[in-house]
């Protein structure tokens, strides 16, 4: 049975190189003993496919996208 995870959180600028580390498992270091890394393959993103995107760049262009000041 499949299941969506979704988390919301307010972040700084500075985390996002850790976070997308974190969400497009870019570490071969895991703290986890029950990870099977041999699944890895089947996982994927809903969104983005297959390309590993940056999270700085995404959310740059987001702000840049929605900004209404002229500042």
Known sequence: MSYLVAHGEKMK???LSGLQHHVQRET???TN???DTTKSH???DLIHGDQSISFHKHVQDIIASQRTSQR
């Open 13 to 15: 600028a500075g985390n």
């Open 28 to 30: 071969q270091h895991h």
């Open 33 to 35: 003993p029950d990870i």
């Open 42 to 44: 089947l996982n994927y």
